[in-house]
């Protein structure tokens, strides 16, 4: 059974930086696809980034392009988003989520078969 845990969500000013981290676990994943979400309240759940984990090719929402860094360590079976100058409007809960054999660029929940429970980033302006 595939687990991935969420950690490092907070409250951080305008401009600031935060490092979410997702730790996973329960199989090989190196034909895993693993990515970030967000839901804020009211709003559907949203894509933000995806990377392989073996090759570690990466793909952005437009709106985080430039500003967010998906990355994963393969000795540790984690992935990190990197968030920096932060908007109020990225506040949200954010999720991890993993799916095997996924095309790199899939951004609808659906698609995507494990998740995590979610961190709250909550972004003060």
């Known amino acids: 059974q595939v687990q991935l845990v969420e950690s490092g969500g907070g409250l951080v000013q305008a401009g600031g930086s935060l490092r979410l981290s997702c730790a996973a676990s329960g199989r090989t994943f190196s034909s895993y696809v693993m990515g970030w979400f967000r839901q804020a309240p009211g709003k559907e759940r949203d894509f933000i980034a995806a990377?392989?984990?073996?090759?570690?090719?990466?793909y952005y929402a437009d709106s985080v392009k430039g500003r967010f860094t998906i990355s994963r360590d393969y000795a540790k079976n984690t992935q990190y988003l990197q968030m920096n100058s932060l908007k109020p409007e990225d506040t949200a809960v954010y999720y991890c989520?993993?799916?095997?054999?996924?095309?790199?660029?899939?951004?609808?929940?659906?698609?995507?078969?494990?998740w995590g429970q979610g961190t709250q980033v909550t972004v003060s302006s």
């Open positions: 990377i392989r984990w073996s090759g570690g090719s990466t």
């Open positions: 989520a993993a799916s095997p054999s996924l095309v790199l660029g899939r951004k609808t929940p659906d698609e995507w078969r494990y």
